[in-house]
Nanobody
Framework: QLVESGGGLVQTGGSLKLSCAASGRTFSLYTMGWFRQAPGNQREFVAAISWSGGRTSYSNSVQGRFTISRDNTKNTVYLQMNSLKLEDSAQYYC?????????????????WGLGTQVTVPS
């Protein structure tokens, strides 16, 4: 089970840190990802991180502004979001994937949280 938190309303240029807490004893065996979905849009890849945290991947739209990290002792993955823009407004989802390979496609992830809303007002 994955539970996201940390979303909210933030002004343009501000920062938020999302958290995703996972239950179970095998968290460290899963590649973890963050996706987002705005109304009327498809779910899109944001970032992913390998088992150990040694490898990460980001979408072009967030590269340099967002940072994904994980703490396997706490069964938690994070998404630090800086320099937020209007277009970052979306429901953000945490997802888990079996295997070591980082994936950017939602279909590759088998477990999903319910999401947390991030809103950057115009």
């Amino acid at each position: 089970q994955l539970v996201e938190s940390g979303g909210g309303l933030v002004q343009t240029g501000g920062s938020l840190k999302l958290s995703c807490a996972a239950s179970g004893r095998t968290f460290s065996l899963y590649t973890m990802g963050w996706f987002r979905q705005a109304p009327g849009n498809q779910r899109e890849f944001v970032a992913a991180i390998s088992w150990s945290g040694g490898r990460t991947s980001y979408s072009n739209s967030v590269q340099g502004r967002f940072t994904i990290s994980r703490d396997n002792t706490k069964n938690t993955v994070y998404l630090q979001m800086n320099s937020l823009k209007l277009e970052d407004s979306a429901q953000y989802y945490c997802a888990a994937k079996r295997g070591a390979e980082i994936a950017t496609t939602a279909d590759d992830y088998y477990s999903w949280g319910l999401g947390t809303q991030v809103t950057v007002p115009s």
